[in-house]
């Protein structure tokens, strides 16, 4: 006869109700249940304790060509600026292909560089692309095994059209993977109205207790970058056995 422990952490973000993040919590301040029935939180590391593992993933298919291949780097290179000096930011680009343009270990000054040789082109491998970043933050956990907070900033046009692996199989992935992947959804119809995000967009962010967002103008682009910044710093992680 065996028995085993698990210890279960949940990333959870606290407004107020203006929209504000609220800071300082304790464990006096949540309540975790499970099947209905309150559970002993073993621990609560307060809002923004811990440094940020970041992938950007940028869909650079054809359909991105020009103004909307142009604002994905400008946000980018913004959200490079704001990472702090333990933070570390990984940058993968694909289209038909999957191609690391800033690793994690890179200085982030590079970022713009680095990003230039970015052009739009061909079809659209979204699953491949996730499964890379996955296996990108594995190995960074290998190599610097201290606790951070991991998150995959998502950004594409359109559904997938060219992996070799299905969705479930990818979103079973990241589901097992701990990291939040926020969706940004640039996709539109034939009359070039916005729309939302996708379903497998959708899902990915709901799995992962992340969010899914969908662009209302290419102007707002950075401004939903620091929204998603700005909500990975104020996470608290709770855990409890």
Do not use: C
């Amino acid at each position: 006869f065996k028995a085993g422990v698990d210890l279960v952490s949940l990333d959870v973000s606290v407004r107020d109700a203006t929209g504000q993040f609220l800071t300082g919590l304790t464990s006096e301040d949540f309540l975790v249940l499970e099947d209905g029935r309150p559970q002993h939180i073993s621990f609560v590391v307060r809002s923004g304790a811990l440094p940020l593992r970041a992938v950007l993933l940028i869909d650079r298919s054809s359909s991105m060509h020009g103004a909307k291949l142009e604002r994905a780097v400008q946000a980018a290179e913004l959200f490079a600026r704001w990472l702090a000096p333990r933070d570390q930011l990984g940058i993968i680009a694909f289209n038909q292909q999957v191609a690391q343009v800033h690793a994690f270990h890179t200085d982030p000054a590079r970022v713009p560089s680095a990003l230039a040789s970015v052009t739009a082109m061909g079809s659209t491998s979204l699953y491949d692309a996730l499964l890379v970043a996955a296996n990108d933050l594995v190995r960074a956990r290998a190599d610097a095994p201290s606790e951070t907070r991991e998150a995959l900033i998502v950004l594409s046009d359109g559904e997938d059209t060219a992996s070799l692996v299905g969705f479930e199989e990818v979103l079973a992935v990241m589901r097992r993977s701990g990291a939040l992947v926020y969706t940004v959804s640039f996709r539109e119809s034939a009359k070039g109205e916005w729309l939302g995000a996708s379903w497998p967009l959708l899902a990915l962010a709901r799995d992962t207790g992340a969010r899914a967002l969908g662009v209302p103008s290419l102007d707002a682009l950075p401004a939903l970058y620091a929204e998603i910044d700005a909500e990975v710093r104020h996470l608290y992680r709770i855990g409890f056995v």
